[in-house]
Nanobody, 120 residues
Framework: QVQLVESGGGLVQPGGSLRLSCAAS????????MGWYRQAPGKQRELVAT???????NYADSVKGRFTISRDNAKNTVYLQMNSLKPEDTAEYYC??????????????WGQGTQVTVSS
């Protein structure tokens, strides 16, 4: 009932920047927390950043000061501005959104992922 479509990944040199976007669509009453997670080959998926509908943000220590999460509630879209990228940021990045799909039902939803590669 909730589709998340990510965009903005790609190949960038160390020190460069990328901006990821994720738009939620489908049948739901409202979107609550949204966030970005990433998974590198051979590693577990990890939290990158989250943002509540009220704008409260949370970041992994490894990205604090370099990444900025934001959202447009009117568009049900979350963004991740990534600056000063490092090779260790290379991973598949996944969007996550918590949605209320009925009066009594909340769901956790994932996008299909977008690849970010940081390499010279």
């Amino acid at each position: 009932q909730v589709q998340l479509v990510e965009s903005g990944g790609g190949l960038v040199q160390p020190g460069g920047s990328l901006r990821l976007s994720c738009a939620a669509s489908g049948s739901f009453f409202s979107i609550y927390a949204m966030g970005w997670y990433r998974q590198a080959p051979g590693k577990q998926r990890e939290l990158v950043a989250t943002i509540t509908s009220g704008g409260y943000t949370n970041y992994a220590d490894s990205v604090k000061g370099r990444f900025t999460i934001s959202r447009d509630n009117a568009k049900n879209t979350v963004y991740l501005q990534m600056n000063s990228l490092k090779p260790e940021d290379t991973a598949e990045y996944y969007c996550n959104a918590e949605a209320r799909i009925t009066i009594a039902t909340m769901t956790q939803n994932w996008g299909q992922g977008t690849q970010v590669t940081v390499s010279s």
